[in-house]
């Protein structure tokens, strides 16, 4: 016989008091929902929340039947409160804008991270309870997208990659030099160099060429007893144009194999395969195939991933890389590892949607958020807009599209409602393209609610 039998049946009232339908704590204690928010909060919170929203429902703030809902917004909101982070409206226009954070994860990605924050089989087999390999499931889905035979290692970003390349292929079996042209000595960002960051291994740097012009003569004349390794580093954050020359890994390929040195290429971006968008962009399969045996790379840039680094090449280098005592320090961490599977396994990724919308679509997104934005009172003119790969990615690049345009003076206001716009010729520019349509009405209510303050009716 059920515990509860005869509790829940409540004969009808002729005469119903509203409070009477007021859910009682036990019986909202047994929703699921609150089950799993005392996992996170516990217990006590979650009774605190449910009795403010009975006590709501009894001033009749509240329906009755709304008091469960209530009380679990109330304790969402309480969780996202654990961190100082807010979510952002992207508005800027720029897909991988680093101060925000680069790429935005997939629906998929979030849950798979969800998941792995919990004890999880990162490193274990459930079928004979013995150690696996770490993060087996991600490198397979890694594999699954390169050439076949493509040895994978995931560390913690890409400086970390060539940094542990450096180490494991040019300092620790003391050929410390690593020869690479002067017109790729890059600065990543926020004053980090990669020459410096090679140098900070152990490692030498033999510059070759120029700034503006390397051949393959120059790499062939610094090779020697003492050469690590070949560095191809692509000028991901910037262009030289004008009298020009670079040597193709194709070309640094047969003088390497000549050599016999390895050739290692920092790519930078990420992308696994060609974007025709991004024709300029190189990806890991072409490099590959056109003769690196090892290539480094993002997995937060236009790989649309966790922030990551990936090891990528023939397998006795990356095992040799895997193995070296520094790649315990950068190695990855579970929900990275998760992140990563589901972003490659996940389709198309928010990075690859924000690039590839077309400018149609974008128009009508922008209509849309004009519109909405109307309906709350709030005058914003459509208009044109070039959006930016960002991240250091394909410097120079316009991605022709949309965003409403309000005044310059809304930014600041904007930005404390957590909507970040870009300023361009004295106005404030909302641009659409990294608002995902569901997004849309969300951005208008936050321009609104700005409106109200602004002009002191709310
Ligand atoms: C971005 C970039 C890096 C550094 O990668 P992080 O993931 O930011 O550490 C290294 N090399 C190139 C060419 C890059 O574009």
Known sequence: MPADAGSCAPRPDPRPDPRRAIP???????????????????????????????????????????????????????LGQATTLRA????TGVVLHTNLGRAALSPAARAAMALAGGPCDVEFDLADGRRARRGRGTLTALAGELPPGTGTLVVNNGAAAIALVAAALAVTPGRPEIVVSRGEL?????????????????????????????????YEGAIGPRTGFVLKVHPSNFRVSGFTSTVAITDLAAVCARAAVPLVADL???????????????????????????????????????????????????????????????????????ALEATLRGGATPTHRSLH???????????????????????GEVVTSDGAVGGGCAPGVALPGCAVALPQGWAAPLRSEAVVGRLEAGRLLLDVRCVPDAEVDILAQRVAEVARTMTGTG
């Open 186 to 218: 890059v600065e990543i960002g926020d004053g980090f160099r990669i020459p410096e960051l090679l140098e900070a291994t152990g490692a030498r740097l033999r510059e070759v060429g120029t700034t503006n012009r390397t051949h393959v003569a120059d």
């Open 88 to 91: 952002v409206v992207n508005a």
């Open 357 to 379: 919308t077309d400018a149609d679509s974008l128009r009508a997104r922008a209509d849309r958020l004009a519109a909405a934005l109307a309906r709350l009172g709030v005058d």
């Open 268 to 338: 930078g971006s990420g992308l696994l395969t060609p974007d025709p968008l991004l024709p300029a962009e190189p990806d890991a399969t072409s490099a590959l195939r056109a003769g690196a045996q090892l290539v480094t790379c993002s997995c937060d840039k236009l790989l649309g991933g966790p922030q990551g680094g990936l090891v990528l090449g023939e397998p006795d280098l990356v095992e040799r890389v895997r193995r070296h005592p520094l790649a315990r320090a950068v190695r990855v961490d579970k929900t990275t590892l998760a």
């Open 24 to 78: 009682r704590t036990d019986a909202l204690l047994a929703d699921p929902r609150f089950a799993a928010a005392a996992q996170r909060v516990g217990s006590t919170a979650v009774k605190a929340a449910i009795r403010e929203a009975q006590d709501e429902a009894r001033r009749g703030t509240i329906a009755p039947h709304e008091v469960g809902d209530r009380a679990a917004a109330a304790l969402d909101a309480r």
